[in-house]
């Protein structure tokens, strides 16, 4: 929570000729993605939506070095996920807290694994607790908070990690809307203060355009980019105000229109 | 930092206050009590306690076994025997879990043959254990291992193969080094499973060093059961029984602390 607000210098992103195909239980390989391009500068919010399926998560766990391409590379500042000495923070739909840890012990980590001086740890879990608004759950398990409380937590655990990205894949997605809604606004609120790049998978198109600066609509697999939307609205948003405002609703009917026409009818 | 909190998130086993805890007890207690008095009746006015032994005599012949010391050395054999036996099992099985888990392939290979001798009725073993490692010691904590150590492989694989993968690789793109992600997951993932491991493994133990012993020994719990059935000494046969239900049931105990200190985390 220290930095402010400057020009991010670091956290540019590039998939360049992505190609990525999974074994089926069929026998025959499904292809993800095939010949994918896409450059992000450094510091820029982008929301990655389309069909379920179209290898949105595909592109961040190849990004973070989770799952090896066939072919083509992801690179973070001209460097792969295991080259670069950039941190990654990843962050996924389920709760990825430990169980038996506290609230403070799962933040812990965070800064454990960020390497942070010991001496300053407590200081830093506390004001990250603070921030997140989970003050008096310091010592609470996993297991005793309600899914957007424990989604704070592993935000905590992210932010105590310090990282030069930001790797969100549908975070808030399987969280109530009214949590959802608050979660974001929290979002937005770190993200303006950091400005570090984002790379955020989601289904919600509202979500999308609310927090976003840029809108990468993906086609059913294997997913190619249907449409590359600049989202400009004002910052800070206030993401009340901004569903009242033309600009947004349009942004969000564009994207919508993109998606029914790729979509095949499926189900 | 993790232990203190997860002392204090540690619950008792039972929900409620000291007072109804002193009230099971008591309970249990008074329920101990009526079977022993309406034992002790039938055998003074109904079965000869030929058949069934008789409460006070077997009472009276622990006070005396262990005044003579027979009881201890009786009992420190078999606790040694079993308790070597899961030792070795422990320190067998674990490996070849993990090893199981590391190799999806490799788990194929051996399934069959762990899951064949794991149903195969171990105690079969005991007569060519003997003549393999002789009527001493070595022989009962053989069995032991050979019934113990497939609880330990079956659960550590088992356990491992449920480990959370979103865990896991997140910790990887955090870029947590292997032994950090041991430590502070792995092991933490299975400690359930090695502690209800270890709740089956010390009844397995028991079985396997008591069969070793009744086959074929000169001391030990087995053997004194066996020893007095032999001379028709019921009382002698319950006071061993005795002894075996109090080990059995405070190791127990012992796991049942240990499960509630260090798993609390479970209990909402």
């Given at each position: 929570?220290?930095?402010?607000?400057?020009?991010?210098?670091?956290?540019?992103?590039?998939?360049?000729?992505?190609?990525?195909?999974?074994?089926?239980?069929?026998?025959?390989?499904?292809?993800?993605?095939?010949?994918?391009?896409?450059?992000?500068?450094?510091g820029q919010f982008v929301a990655i939506v389309g069909p379920s399926g179209c290898g949105k998560s595909t592109l961040l766990r190849v990004l973070s070095g989770l799952v090896d391409a066939d072919a083509g590379t992801a690179l973070i500042d001209g460097l792969t996920a295991e080259e670069t000495a950039e941190r990654i923070g990843f962050m996924f739909q389920r709760d990825t807290l430990l169980p038996w840890a506290s609230v403070q012990d799962n933040i812990?980590?965070?800064?454990?694994?960020?390497?942070?001086?010991?001496?300053?740890?407590?200081?830093?879990?506390?004001?990250?607790?603070?921030?997140?608004?989970?003050?008096?759950?310091e010592r609470n398990m996993p297991h005793q908070l309600s899914g957007g409380m424990r989604q704070r937590v592993s935000l905590g655990r992210l932010l105590a990690y310090d990282p030069d990205i930001f790797l969100m894949d549908e975070p808030f997605g399987a969280l109530d809307s009214q949590t959802k809604a608050v979660m974001g606004r929290e979002l937005l609120r770190i993200w303006e203060r950091h400005q570090r790049t984002v790379l955020f998978v989601t289904h919600d198109i509202?979500?999308?355009?609310?927090?976003?600066?840029?809108?990468?609509?993906?086609?059913?697999?294997?997913g190619t980019i249907r449409l590359d939307l600049s989202i400009d609205l004002p910052r800070p948003r206030d993401p009340r105000l901004l569903r009242k405002e033309p600009a947004y609703i349009d942004y969000v009917d564009r994207i919508w229109r993109e998606i029914d026409a790729g979509a095949p009818v499926q189900d | 930092m993790t232990g203190g909190a997860r002392k204090k998130a540690a619950k008792p086993a039972f929900p409620g206050t000291t007072k109804t805890a002193v009230r099971l007890a008591i309970d249990r207690l008074a329920l101990l009590a009526v079977v022993l008095v309406l034992w002790e009746a039938a055998a003074v006015w109904l079965i000869d306690p030929l058949w069934i032994g008789q409460p006070s005599l077997v009472a009276a012949r622990l006070w005396q076994l262990a005044i003579s010391g027979e009881l201890w050395r009786h009992a420190w054999t078999t606790l040694l025997e079993a308790g070597l036996g899961l030792l070795l099992a422990f320190a067998v099985g674990v490996p070849i879990g993990i090893l199981m888990a590391r190799s999806k392939y490799g788990a194929a290979v051996a399934e069959p043959y762990v899951m064949a001798l794991y149903s195969m009725p171990r105690v079969a073993l005991a007569p060519l254990f003997i003549i393999w490692f002789g009527i001493d010691l070595f022989s009962k904590v053989m069995m032991a291992f050979s019934i113990v150590v497939f609880i330990f492989i079956l659960n550590i694989h088992e356990g491992l193969k449920t480990v959370d993968k979103d865990i896991v690789d997140l910790f990887r793109t955090m870029r947590a080094p292997t032994p950090y992600l041991i430590r502070k997951v792995l092991v933490p993932w299975i400690e359930p499973w090695i502690i209800a491991s270890m709740r089956l493994a010390i009844g397995s133990a028991l079985i396997g060093a008591i069969v070793g012993e009744l086959i074929g020994s000169s001391r030990g719990l087995g053997w004194y059961i066996e020893n007095s059935a032999g001379r028709l000494d019921t009382i002698g046969v319950f006071a061993g029984l005795v002894v075996l239900v109090a080990i059995a049931a405070l190791a127990n105990a012992g796991v049942g602390w240990l499960e509630r200190r260090r798993l609390g985390w479970r209990n909402a």
């Amino acid at each position: 929570m220290t930095a402010a607000a400057t020009a991010p210098t670091s956290g540019h992103i590039a998939f360049k000729g992505i190609r990525v195909r999974f074994p089926s239980s069929a026998g025959h390989d499904v292809l993800v993605m095939d010949d994918f391009n896409l450059e992000i500068p450094a510091g820029q919010f982008v929301a990655i939506v389309g069909p379920s399926g179209c290898g949105k998560s595909t592109l961040l766990r190849v990004l973070s070095g989770l799952v090896d391409a066939d072919a083509g590379t992801a690179l973070i500042d001209g460097l792969t996920a295991e080259e670069t000495a950039e941190r990654i923070g990843f962050m996924f739909q389920r709760d990825t807290l430990l169980p038996w840890a506290s609230v403070q012990d799962n933040i812990a980590i965070g800064l454990e694994l960020a390497h942070a001086p010991a001496a300053t740890a407590k200081e830093r879990i506390r004001e990250l607790i603070d921030f997140l608004k989970l003050t008096g759950f310091e010592r609470n398990m996993p297991h005793q908070l309600s899914g957007g409380m424990r989604q704070r937590v592993s935000l905590g655990r992210l932010l105590a990690y310090d990282p030069d990205i930001f790797l969100m894949d549908e975070p808030f997605g399987a969280l109530d809307s009214q949590t959802k809604a608050v979660m974001g606004r929290e979002l937005l609120r770190i993200w303006e203060r950091h400005q570090r790049t984002v790379l955020f998978v989601t289904h919600d198109i509202e979500e999308a355009v609310t927090l976003s600066d840029r809108v990468i609509v993906l086609s059913p697999r294997p997913g190619t980019i249907r449409l590359d939307l600049s989202i400009d609205l004002p910052r800070p948003r206030d993401p009340r105000l901004l569903r009242k405002e033309p600009a947004y609703i349009d942004y969000v009917d564009r994207i919508w229109r993109e998606i029914d026409a790729g979509a095949p009818v499926q189900d | 930092m993790t232990g203190g909190a997860r002392k204090k998130a540690a619950k008792p086993a039972f929900p409620g206050t000291t007072k109804t805890a002193v009230r099971l007890a008591i309970d249990r207690l008074a329920l101990l009590a009526v079977v022993l008095v309406l034992w002790e009746a039938a055998a003074v006015w109904l079965i000869d306690p030929l058949w069934i032994g008789q409460p006070s005599l077997v009472a009276a012949r622990l006070w005396q076994l262990a005044i003579s010391g027979e009881l201890w050395r009786h009992a420190w054999t078999t606790l040694l025997e079993a308790g070597l036996g899961l030792l070795l099992a422990f320190a067998v099985g674990v490996p070849i879990g993990i090893l199981m888990a590391r190799s999806k392939y490799g788990a194929a290979v051996a399934e069959p043959y762990v899951m064949a001798l794991y149903s195969m009725p171990r105690v079969a073993l005991a007569p060519l254990f003997i003549i393999w490692f002789g009527i001493d010691l070595f022989s009962k904590v053989m069995m032991a291992f050979s019934i113990v150590v497939f609880i330990f492989i079956l659960n550590i694989h088992e356990g491992l193969k449920t480990v959370d993968k979103d865990i896991v690789d997140l910790f990887r793109t955090m870029r947590a080094p292997t032994p950090y992600l041991i430590r502070k997951v792995l092991v933490p993932w299975i400690e359930p499973w090695i502690i209800a491991s270890m709740r089956l493994a010390i009844g397995s133990a028991l079985i396997g060093a008591i069969v070793g012993e009744l086959i074929g020994s000169s001391r030990g719990l087995g053997w004194y059961i066996e020893n007095s059935a032999g001379r028709l000494d019921t009382i002698g046969v319950f006071a061993g029984l005795v002894v075996l239900v109090a080990i059995a049931a405070l190791a127990n105990a012992g796991v049942g602390w240990l499960e509630r200190r260090r798993l609390g985390w479970r209990n909402a």
